[in-house]
């Protein structure tokens, strides 16, 4: 099946999301290179505790997502069953 617009637009917007978490770590990491040893352990605490908190948040909404896209399919697929035979093929023509 091939990819609609929205879900190249959806593809480049996670590629982009790659590179600038690529390009976070990098400044992160140059930040802990140049920070003064007493200032160290301090850093890398708050940075950890902030990573931790985003993947927990990054979590929750895939979750979010997958239960959206599991109740939209179930819907999708319930009201195309109880409709006549001729609207189901005029929507499988308009797509």
Same mark, same amino acid.
């Given at each position: 099946?091939? #990819? %609609?617009? @929205? ?7 996670? /590629?982009? #999301? @790659? ?12 930040? #802990?290179?140049? %920070?003064?040893?007493? $200032?160290?352990?301090?850093?890398? %605490? ?24 599991? /109740?939209? %399919? ?6 195309? @069953?109880? #409709?006549? /035979? $001729? ?9």
């Amino acid at each position: 099946m091939p #990819l %609609s617009s @929205k879900d190249r637009q959806f593809l480049q917007t996670v /590629e982009r #999301l @790659k590179l600038m978490l690529i390009i976070l770590a990098v400044a992160i990491f140059v930040f #802990l290179l140049l %920070s003064p040893p007493s $200032e160290l352990q301090l850093a890398t %605490s708050v940075i950890g505790v902030t990573l931790c908190g985003v993947f927990w948040l990054t979590q929750r909404l895939l979750s979010c997502i997958t239960i959206l896209d599991v /109740e939209l %399919s179930r819907l999708v697929t319930t009201v195309l @069953k109880s #409709l006549p /035979e $001729e609207q189901r093929q005029q929507i499988f023509r308009q797509r």
